[in-house]
């Protein structure tokens, strides 16, 4: 017996399922800092890069790695390879272009050493890639954060291949030991430190790591979700500023005394900001923000959060807010009031936004929160933040139709949420513990069904059944043909239809054929075999043409939807001819033509009809066997008896004559049947 299943389901999305690091490289230098870097209360100008614009990345899709979800990566080696595929990982930065050197990074690499109590010397620094821009703050201070990685880790920790990186801020009120650019004359500071550190600790792989300050070190010698053998927590370099002044601020980060061995930073996304007023949308039912997205809520689902944070909160403040979208607000949701009293040590509140169920499909709407701030500079600073209300979307499933038991009765179960909103729950009734979307299952070779019950995250619940059932054996049945003749390729039982055909070869006129020729050779076997290409559920008919006059056997390979192979062979050959001496050419669609059966495998075979006076009435040269009981000029003959004479050309040799009678008859319909050589119509 063969085993297989027939799964019968309902079929349809799941959200994203889990996170995988990305690297990208989309934007221009100016992009990555404008669109990338900078959040709110801050505004970049003056934007410069030195190294190769392979060294700057995009990064994606870290939810779950590191706090860090997505931001700009700069790096010593391509950027991308953070994330290639099979983390092949590259020895030597090829093509990077940030040569020379750089005194500030070699300082502050060569400063690590003593304040962790080694002795090694960084002798230089290589594949700069060194971002630097000047900006403004509409508060008075600035952040951001940021991961350091390296595969540097732990192999070279202490040692003089000590890659470095250093965030050098210069600018009013700041005076520092490392250089600046014209107009900064006071020096610039390194705000990259390990945070509590003192005396201040640059972050390298030797002031960060196993050892040395652990808690903040994360190994990944397996380079799971990114291709890094090691990296930190995630840090925030932080300043003063004043309000309205210009700053700049110059990231670096080389490798260590030689050009091998990839180290990055990453630094957040939007995180780089003045303390300004800032609104927050936040959506989440425990912990599925990364499902729903954190900024969307689903109808009769979940609900949502704008906090509004405002930057001094020493006096009383009346707050009016902007409240604007697709969404109408108090008819699609629940009303949110546009004005706000903070009392002084209030620095922000929170409005709760809570979609009413209409069970309407309006598609996705938006409702976006506006806060309007002059800041002590006189500047207008302008925040918001917007929610998507999405309608609810029934679960649906899908699972593959077709599959099979393998030879310990195992199936093999899977069930996929084609809509809704995950994450989601999966309840099997073969067993409590069985609660994955995919397992193996052992049927014991007894049929059955298995049912799912799925449950989103929304409470939305829906049932699916799999049922699988033991089908015979999948065989193929051999036949044999007449040249000419057209068969079905004869099989029985199995599953899924035909997938696939074996062998592939082609006949002397280049048409591909997916037969397999056994005992002749291609060009004097019959080797034209029309495959049903597009019926996948039946069998495939061949129709088999004349060739160089060659017969012989034809094995077809055949696999069913469970990948068992079997096969039929077709043996042809040059059958005897039969004659039949009635027939009805009434145009009733029973016995209309006179046929000679068995001649199709004689081309150029002549046929000459002759009336009881010895009339030649019907000549034809190259007969296939059928005649309609005409004549030459396609006038249909009266009824009565006819003589003939069939010359028949087989493969160049001398005709074979025959010689015989055939009666049409216009008034006899019914089934024909045979005796012998004589067809009988009843």
């Excluded at 990074?105 to 620094?125: D, E, K, M, W």
């Excluded at 938006?366 to 600073?381: A, F, K, L």
Aim: with cysteine.
């Amino acid at each position: 017996m063969k085993l297989t299943f027939a799964l019968l389901f309902l079929c349809l999305i799941s959200f994203g399922l889990s996170a995988q690091v990305l690297v990208e490289q989309p934007y221009t230098i100016e992009q990555y800092v404008s669109e990338v870097l900078i959040g709110n209360g801050v505004t970049a100008t003056n934007i410069t890069f030195i190294g190769s614009e392979e060294q700057i990345g995009y990064l994606s899709g870290a939810e779950g790695l590191f706090s860090v979800a997505s931001g700009l990566v700069l790096s010593t080696d391509h950027a991308t390879h953070l994330s290639d595929p099979g983390c092949a990982d590259s020895q030597v930065c090829g093509g990077c272009a940030g040569a020379g050197t750089d005194v500030d990074l070699l300082n502050v690499a060569n400063s690590v050493p003593p304040l962790i109590g080694q002795s090694f010397t960084v002798s230089s620094v290589n594949d700069l890639c060194i971002l630097e821009f000047d900006f403004e703050a509409g508060g008075d201070s600035i952040s951001f954060n940021y991961v350091f990685g390296s595969d540097e880790y732990l192999e070279w920790v202490n040692s003089t291949y000590n890659d470095i990186f250093a965030f050098f801020l210069s600018g009013p009120g700041i005076t520092g030991p490392y250089a600046a650019p014209a107009g900064f004359p006071n020096g610039s500071i390194n705000i990259a430190q390990v945070p509590d550190s003192d005396p201040q600790l640059p972050i390298t792989i030797s002031s960060v790591n196993d050892v040395t300050n652990a808690g903040f070190y994360v190994d990944n010698v397996a380079n799971t979700g990114i291709c890094i053998d090691g990296y930190t927590h995630t840090f925030t370099a932080a300043a003063q500023v004043q309000c309205g002044e210009t700053y700049h601020i110059k990231l670096a980060i080389a490798d260590g005394s030689d050009s091998a061995l990839e180290s990055f930073v990453v630094l957040e996304e939007g995180s780089f900001s003045s303390n300004s007023v800032e609104i927050i949308a936040s959506a989440a039912i425990d912990g599925a923000e990364v499902f729903l997205g954190d900024t969307t809520v689903v109808e009769g689902c979940n609900t949502a959060v704008f906090t509004v944070i405002r930057p001094d909160d020493t006096l009383q403040d009346t707050i009016t807010l902007n409240i604007y979208g697709t969404a109408v607000n108090g008819s699609d949701y629940t009303e949110i009031s546009t004005t706000w009293i903070l009392e002084p040590g209030e620095d922000s509140f929170d409005l709760i936004l809570d979609p009413y169920n209409d069970n309407a499909s309006e598609g996705a709407e938006t409702v976006t929160i506006e806060y309007e701030y002059v800041n002590d500079c006189g500047d207008t600073i302008l925040s918001s933040a917007t929610i998507v209300i999405m309608d609810p979307d029934p679960i649906t499933l899908f699972t593959a139709p077709v599959g099979c038991l393998d030879a310990d009765g195992n199936i093999y179960l899977l069930v996929n949420p084609l809509s809704g909103f995950g994450p989601y729950d999966f309840q099997w009734d073969t067993a409590e513990n069985d609660t994955l979307n995919e397992f193996t299952y052992n049927t014991n070779f007894i049929p059955g069904s298995a049912t799912v019950t799925v449950t989103d995250v929304c409470e939305s619940v829906t049932e699916a059944t799999i049922y699988w059932e033991i089908l015979d054996e999948f065989i193929g049945m051999d036949e044999t043909i007449c040249l000419g003749q057209t068969s079905t390729v004869p099989t029985s039982g199995g599953t899924g239809g035909f997938s696939e055909i074996l062998t592939e070869i082609e006949d002397p006129d280049g048409n591909m054929v997916w037969v397999t020729i056994l005992g002749a050779s291609i060009d004097t076997t019959l080797v034209s075999f029309l495959d049903n290409i597009d019926e996948v559920t039946g069998l495939y008919d061949g129709l088999y043409n004349t060739g160089s006059g060659g017969i012989g056997s034809i094995e077809v390979q055949l696999i069913d939807g469970c990948g068992n192979i079997t096969f039929s062979t077709l043996s042809v050959e040059v059958c005897e001819l039969e004659f039949f001496n009635i027939f009805t050419p009434n145009s009733d669609g029973n016995n209309d033509v006179f046929n000679i059966m068995g001649l199709q495998g004689y081309p150029g075979s002549r046929l000459r009809v002759y009336d009881r006076w010895g009339t030649m009435v019907y000549s034809n040269l190259n007969f296939q066997g059928a005649w309609r009981g005409i004549n030459n000029t396609n006038t249909p003959l009266t009824e009565g008896t006819y003589y003939y004479t069939l010359a028949v050309n087989y493969a160049g040799e001398d005709p074979l004559e025959y010689e015989g009678d055939v009666v049409t008859d216009l008034s006899v319909d019914g089934v024909v049947t045979f005796s012998g050589n004589v067809m009988i119509v009843r």
